[in-house]
């Protein structure tokens, strides 16, 4: 595998001339700065993430059309482009019916409700998918992921140079890798509010196969942006950390939410497409845990447990709900 | 009238520092990259437009939380973000109702079709307000506005130092503002396509008076983003050709359309919001053209008959379609 360090936000003739070079069928684009805590920090990470982001994005369907490649550009998306608890029925993949008044049929991309800068790019991403493939037919799958869990892939854990890395602070690390964390490090499971929050999930062993199968998918020139539901299943957080407290013993910690978020939340979510496609979906398996808490032991040397609490607020108001967070102190069980 | 001269795109402390300074009940958003032709021009056009106008918009709206000042956001939005004739009815302002699977009734966003990147940045633009709105409450209105023409307000013409800049050229100049005064240069007008692209316009006027309106009645602390229509009427291009053809004697010149976009589309928009808050629009009126007209011949000895032309063309197939464009000539007739 050949590698080239290059800033897609910034090197565009560099990105331009590799893309000449190469001549790929297949562009996986996972350039994005990615979690939502870091983007709600302050303004300064908020300004990067939609300069780095969108600028990112702008650039690569730019150098696509420059490069006159008819290549198929793969994006990583969000399940948090539709929102959550806004529906009230399923979420389909990407586009939904509607009828507009006077009873005209119509199909459009999902209404977009980010609750997130983070999550917002990644829904100017997709506006921005929709106009260069209207102008130019650029080819385009975007893939809308769920919350993914787990740290190896048949292929990555094969040598131990290709360990994916493992995020569990209150920044980047997503929320059952941070329980699992949590749970084997012995220290309480964060929960944000009443832990009523429904998410998708989806395995990192599905996750990499999903991105082969969209690959070996592509739209035909012509068509319009196809868009892929990237999960397994969905959860309720509070029944999450249940599971996995029972499994290892953890307490569980209620704190304040720090995210501006609903409460209570259901989810309903459309994953046929990938279904259709070969992908049996991996579900929540505590056979699974067992692999990430040896992973996690294995590390926990490095674990700094100052970083497990939340350190981004959503608004003024979470972060004064917040404020005694800061009091809270994470010890770590000897074990 | 104080003058600060800051890059909104940039500058990020300055400008919250100006905030902070003025305290201000209202920020009117102007400063884009204001065209679609020179937004199309080439990548590297694109790709200003895009990081210029989203980070720009990004900045204001999280100045304006950080300054913690509820200054009222009023913004330069277009038309364009509807797209052209895939709505078969009329346009609402800003949300359309729907009818979901399961016939669940909501009112959403109207769907972005932009038909340039320079739209495109506007859409992106909407989304940000409909996040920041949500997140931090900041109150914002968007406004849909039209193709402008004319030169003058009652206010600007009170002294040459305020007239406004006048464009006549193929990347800046609108439409109707072109045909004038391509007509009082005695050179053809250049209509693009079969110029069956109906628009919504408004005079300069009126646009003036619609922010003044915008000004006076602003959103409340927790309402959703208001959103206008600012148009006057619409009208089809090749009827605008043939009204100042008829009274100024130029000839039409029908050109390959240098555009992506349909041949033809009917436009039927709502501008209730402001006719209700006391607009009374001014109409296409040939007594207005006198006006301009005078503007385009005070200044002829200015005009560079080599701008005229279209200069930008959306991909590749139009600028193919256009190639022998540059073949043509452009003499201005001696008045």
Redesign the interface.
């Known amino acids: 595998m050949k590698f080239v360090n290059l800033d897609v936000a910034k090197d ?1 003739d560099l990105l ?1 001339q590799l893309i000449k070079d190469e001549q790929p069928d297949s562009i996986v684009h996972f350039a994005e700065q990615r979690a939502a805590p870091y983007s709600m920090k302050g ?1 300064k990470q ?2 990067y993430t ?2 780095n982001n ?2 990112g994005n ?2 690569l369907c ?2 696509v ?2 490069a ?1 490649v008819d290549a198929h550009i793969v994006h990583l998306g969000t399940m948090g482009v539709y929102g959550y608890g806004t ?4 979420i ?1 993949e990407g586009y ?7 009873g ?1 049929e119509s199909n ?2 999902h ?4 609750g ?2 983070y999550h ?1 790019t990644k ?2 991403d997709a ?2 998918y ?2 260069y493939n ?3 037919e650029i080819r385009v799958t975007d893939l809308h992921q769920g919350v993914v869990w787990g740290t190896n892939t048949p292929q990555t854990i094969k040598d131990e140079r290709l360990i994916n890395r493992f995020d569990y602070d209150g920044d980047y690390g997503t929320v059952l890798n941070r329980f699992l964390m949590q749970g084997a490090m012995g220290v309480p499971l964060t929960v944000y509010g009443t832990g009523g929050q429904t998410r998708a999930f989806i395995h990192i062993s599905d996750t990499a196969r999903c991105i082969e199968i969209a690959i070996n998918n592509p739209p035909k020139k012509g068509d319009r942006v196809e868009i892929f539901n990237q999960i397994a299943e969905t959860r309720r957080v509070r029944d999450i950390a249940k599971l996995v407290a029972e499994q290892t013993g953890a307490e569980v910690n209620m704190l304040p939410n720090p995210r ?1 978020e609903a409460a209570e939340n259901e989810l309903d979510v459309s994953n046929e497409k990938f279904c259709n496609l070969g992908l049996d979906p991996i579900t929540l398996d505590e056979r699974l845990f067992d692999e990430v808490q040896e992973v996690v032991k294995k590390y926990a040397d490095r674990c700094d447990p100052t970083k497990i609490l939340p350190a981004s607020f ?3 108001k979470r972060a004064e709900e917040c404020a005694d967070l800061e009091k809270v102190e994470v010890e770590i069980k000897k074990t």
Chains 1, 2 share one sequence.
Do not use: H
């Open positions: 565009y331009v303004s908020k300004r939609i300069e969108v600028a702008n650039n730019c150098a059309v420059d006159e529906s009230g029925g399923e389909p939904i019916d509607v009828i507009l008044p006077g005209r459009i991309l209404p977009a409700y980010p997130s800068v917002a829904c100017l506006l921005l929709q106009f209207k102008n130019d501006q959503w608004n003024k």
